[in-house]
């Protein structure tokens, strides 16, 4: 008797398990300095009044939260995220239009379902975010880079790929993008949203940092330009107020969001009732406007800290400037390799992820990612001090 | 200038959006009596008891709650539901084959991605559970559905149709099945565990009502009979806590975990931390058993008065006997079409589920499934009464 040998789908073939899993074996480490993740800061994250707000919540009407909910979300979420969107983003939805996602990685998952079939191509920013690039190979989409510079993604460029490629999809972080922290400039938004329309591509526009600038002014999204409705808004309360709570949002046409919600009803069934009414009284109340001003602060000395040490280091070649979000991209000489940095780092208990592994073309080797969230101001001072070091012994 | 049309994933096509969708909006009207959804009794929801735990949990670790959590799962949730899976389901695992799961739906959603290609088969019973269907629709699986009677699936049939079709998975709820309430008996259980490996066929065993029983004895799972890791246990806190918090998990072989695991990842990167600690209170505080013990006669008395109701109408030709679960299947003769039935009831303010949509072959129109965990007793003997006249005037 022949016994079969268990075969996994076609599409578990192109993925691998995320490049940078190992590195936060290292991270969870008690004492390494963490420059690694894309976690907030702990100082930021408001549990005494989610504690609050949960215990009122379920006491007044646990009867609901703790009941089946709707898949489309907590209808009165789905209120108060309209006038929020419109503040925040410059868009305007009805309540009809909004899905509430189990984090804004959902909602590009869902999208992806309702939109790709295996070889459909999809244009994205390289570096881009490695969660959307795993996303995007469970559905073997075919990832075609994008060029860009310090302003994001070159809008010539980008009319230039849709017409050879005839993408499905653009996928895109507009505002301090992971993994580079550039923000597309308002006329790119405009253009690139007048492109989407022009050539019939789903523009798929995940903006999770939006609302954590240090400086500058905060730009209209890409949404706020679409006339003929495109361009999917896929927003996350996961840096503004908890990523635990995992509790996100879709805004689009409601063709589309009618197929994600049939596609949502049999991935999770609803987002859990609880944790969208926490945001829901964050909105209400007017809780989150202060809590997003408290943090910015915090968040802004660590970040200039960051860059005042990398801009004493004369082996990297050029960093982005970031005028807000998480991260800052780092580059050294061309025929460089981060890997003996990385290592050393690691040795000397401080993490950061090299930059290969967000280009969906690879390569890049001489470039790193740094995360100035999720360490304190005193562990920045501590950790780039161990990097400038290792980066002096191991780099030219 | 062509403008494109928007056009939909291939994988859209089979999926029409649950067919009892349209029946919840009638069920959200007030006064409605339902006997349609599968949702808990609100008498069966601790919120008092969650308010208390999640204000705790916030205070005293709200940081790390607030905080990221790993894909797989809150360690302290899958530590303990080893001990929990163990004593429930007498089936041992290490808390490194428990996968944390937004709900068991997304077990099965979790599956599916990493084994079913498109035209894959998977087997099922039939009828079942109308979640399934569509996320099996969703991969593009092709549904054989088998043959079974009051004791379950039939293991003969299953073999014969195993050696004709060489399934890659077979999907099952064998304990008081949605929607027939019908349970599998031990020593199928045990044969279908063997048939499993014998071939090697993944088993998807789907058991959410598995506590919920009102009369006669616990049953192994067919997990606990399994010598060759080709079962995967799927379950959920959905009947026993609240559906409302999204908490649920998969157990089986490490391999295959390791694939889901890869696949959440970039789905919803982890079920929301919050939830999943409140679930590890409820067992590690031992309050699960006495919570569950509290609600089962609610549910026996509502089910047993249901059965009566239903034992006093001549048209139906039988019912499923459940000794547990949410749900009884009601068939009339063969020749009988219950969309008549369906108006008058609605008409009446009385809502259930016809029979034929949890048929993957269709037909079947002649069926019914109602619940009788959500309606209060004394809306139960109301809604009985109301159906009662309803049925002597469309039925004969």
Redesign the interface.
């Known amino acids: ?1 022949e ?10 073939s192109g ?4 490049a940078i899993r190992e590195i936060f074996k290292y991270v969870s480490q008690p004492g390494v300095i963490s420059f690694a ?4 800061g ?1 100082f930021a ?4 009044e ?3 707000i ?2 009122e919540l ?2 007044s009407q ?2 609901v ?5 709707a898949t489309e979300g907590y209808f009165p979420l789905r209120e108060s995220l309209a006038g929020y969107i419109e503040d925040t983003f410059k868009a305007r939805f009805t309540s009809q239009e909004i899905l509430i996602t ?2 804004s ?2 909602g590009l ?1 869902l999208l992806c ?5 295996p070889g ?1 191509i999809v244009l994205t920013e390289s570096p881009t975010f490695l ?2 690039l ?2 995007l190979n ?1 559905y073997q989409a075919q990832i075609v880079p994008l060029k860009g510079d310090d302003e994001g993604i070159d809008p010539d460029y980008l009319e230039e790929m849709i017409k050879t490629h ?1 993408p499905k999809m653009l996928y895109t972080i507009p505002t301090f993008q992971n993994p580079t922290g550039i923000t597309l400039s308002l006329e790119r938004r405009e253009r690139i949203a007048h492109l989407a329309a ?5 523009v798929a526009e995940d903006d999770p940092y939006h609302s954590l600038r240090y400086s500058g002014e905060m730009l209209p999204s890409i949404k706020s330009f679409d006339r003929s409705n ?1 361009i999917v808004l896929l927003g996350s309360f ?1 840096k503004v ?6 509790v996100g949002f879709m805004a689009g046409s409601e ?2 969001l ?2 994600c ?3 949502k ?11 969208q009414a926490i945001v829901d009284v964050y909105l209400r109340q007017g809780l989150l406007a202060p809590h997003i001003k408290s943090i910015l602060p915090g968040y802004g000395a660590r970040m200039a800290s960051m860059l005042e040490s990398l801009s004493a280091i004369p082996q990297i070649k050029r960093c982005t400037q970031p005028e807000g979000g998480l991260f800052i991209f780092v580059f050294f000489d061309e025929d460089q390799d981060v890997a003996p940095l990385f290592q050393a780092a690691i040795d000397k208990g401080v993490a950061f992820v090299p930059g290969s592994p967000f280009y969906p073309e690879g390569g890049h080797r001489h470039s790193l990612r740094l995360n100035f969230s999720s360490a304190s101001l005193e562990d920045i001072h501590k950790g780039m001090d161990i990097l400038t070091q290792c980066i002096q012994k191991t780099m030219s």
Chains 1, 2 share one sequence.
Request: proline share 3%; glycine share 10%; charged share 15%.
């Open positions: 008797m016994i079969r040998e268990l075969r996994f789908a076609q599409r578990m993925l691998s398990g995320s993740g894309g976690n907030p702990t994250l408001p549990y005494e989610v504690a609050r949960s215990s379920l006491l646990g009867k939260l703790l009941q089946y909910g189990s984090g990685m959902q998952d379902k309702v939109l790709i079939n459909d969660g959307a795993q996303c469970a005839q022009q050539y019939g591509v789903v495109w996961s107020i908890s990523p635990g709570l995992r063709n589309i009618r197929q919600i049939i596609c009803q049999c991935v999770d069934v609803h987002t859990a009732n609880l944790n």
